[in-house]
């Protein structure tokens, strides 16, 4: 018998049926394809509910949220005087304003039940807007089976009911107003889920950069004020006691992480990991790979390099005319959009200098698109990946093996990424000259005359 490999390369047709149909089916070669992902939701709606009603419930920060919620609820305005067990209240004020909704509905926090409920929901919705993101990217049947088969992501949601699955909404929630080409509401979204959440501003640079194709140099800068304004509009009353002890906790970019939580660097030395060496390190390293995409793959569509762009810039002015903008803004394709975001956001998961179980909301829905976008439909790759991924993820406490398979597989991740970049590349170099090129990730190969290049 073959192996899973050579059954996938084979040409359609070639293998009996009770193995072709499903392989057509999983590629999205048979039309039932179509039907998966609906499918795909409802069992895990069921699997949702069957994990609330059977499997207890674990307690790490919710009964923490809720004591500072009291405070707050009690008067205090001062951001390092709300605690609670786990310590100091870290995160922005839309993290606030959500749990103490939470605080109200579920009985002071009392019903845990109620909590794990809504949590299922914000689980579920937050799986329809991944699967739509997926499903306007042109992703095959099968990888839509990866979203829903993870026990820590289950766990994160909905025994454990962390804020960063707020935040994951809103990400997902920006992916797919992008896709769309709303760009104002996706702007919206992101700033509210970086009010939950700090860990999002490792993909704002994409998100900036998205904004400056799709809408233009100057909409884009409003839009950048705007998301500026909304986290000034949510943290009023706590600017109003202690500007300064606000922004040092809600967006502490210096905090020092515990080594035994850590995920992903456990199998480093704990003196090199809480060493200022180290820190310096894997922030060089972001910096630069963060770089090399900018510049090899998120500004493709512009056709023009950055170097060329920074004189216009610095005297804030679009580089563009007003019709290269709209050139530029048609080649923003779902799957370009969703590439950068999630190839931005696995970036600094990869360089972060501590994850812990809990960001995994972020990297459990990413990951399968981009290892399906670097090894294309490639069911055994992806299978092994998942694999290594969620037994990585799932070993608690953290070992030497499970933190090498959590970096090794971001790093994958984001290598396959870059692949995918050279052969755009590729691509690019043997279409030059035919009218209407276009690139593998959405972008259009066609390049702006040179004489339609002048400043407005």
């Known amino acids: ?51 609330i009603w059977k499997i207890p419930y674990t307690e790490i920060d919710w009964v923490a949220y809720m004591q500072q919620i009291k405070t707050f609820l009690a008067g205090e305005r001062d951001y390092t005087l709300i605690t609670g067990q786990t310590g100091p209240l870290v995160y922005p004020a839309a993290h606030v304003y959500t749990f103490t909704g939470l605080y109200y509905l579920t009985d002071h926090g009392e019903n845990i039940l109620l909590a794990q409920q809504v949590f299922g929901v914000l689980y579920m919705a937050t799986l329809a807007l991944v699967m739509l993101c997926y499903w306007k990217a042109k992703m095959p049947p099968y990888v839509f089976a990866l979203l829903i088969v993870s026990k820590r992501l289950h766990s994160v949601f909905v025994l454990r009911c962390f804020n960063d699955c707020f935040a994951a909404f809103f990400l997902w929630l920006t992916i797919y107003l992008f896709q769309r080409r709303f760009w104002t509401f996706g702007a919206v979204a992101f700033s509210l889920g970086l009010g939950i959440k700090m860990s999002l501003l490792v993909a704002l640079p994409a998100v900036v950069i998205l904004l400056f194709m799709g809408r233009g ?215 030059a000259g035919n009218e209407g090129g276009r690139l593998e990730g959405g972008a259009s190969a066609v390049k702006i005359p040179t004489e339609s290049r002048k400043k407005r």
């Open 1 to 51: 018998m073959a192996d899973a490999t050579e059954v996938e390369a084979t040409a359609p047709g070639k293998w009996p049926w009770p193995i072709q149909i499903p392989l057509d089916i999983l590629h999205g070669k048979d039309p039932v394809g179509r039907y998966m992902p609906p499918l795909l939701w409802l069992a895990d709606a069921a699997l949702t509910s069957l994990i």
């Open 217 to 431: 140099f100057w909409p884009n800068l409003r839009l950048i004020w705007l998301m500026v304004q909304i986290q000034f509009a949510l943290a009023v009353p706590f600017l109003a006691k202690n500007a300064k002890g606000y922004f040092g906790k809600a967006f502490e970019l210096s905090r020092q992480f515990k080594y035994e939580w850590t995920v992903n660097w456990r199998f480093v030395p704990e003196d090199i990991f809480l060493s200022r060496g180290f820190a310096l390190t894997l922030l060089a390293g972001h910096v630069a790979v963060l770089s090399a995409f900018i510049i090899h793959r998120w500004i493709k569509p512009v056709d023009r390099s950055l170097l060329s762009m920074l004189p216009s810039f610095l005297k804030l002015q679009s580089p563009f005319t007003a019709q290269e903008e709209i050139v530029i803004s048609s080649r923003l394709s779902p799957d370009f959009v969703m590439s950068s975001i999630l190839t931005c956001m696995t970036i600094g998961m990869l360089f972060a200098r501590s994850l812990h179980y809990q960001f995994y909301a972020y990297v459990a829905w990413s990951t399968p698109y981009l290892i399906a976008r670097a090894f294309p439909n490639n069911i055994s790759i992806a299978l092994a990946f998942f694999y290594l991924q969620e037994d990585g993820w799932n070993t608690f406490p953290s070992t030497t093996l499970s933190s090498l398979k959590v970096v090794g597989t971001l790093a994958v991740a984001v290598a396959g990424m870059s692949a995918v970049a050279l052969r755009e590349d590729r691509s690019i170099s043997m279409a």
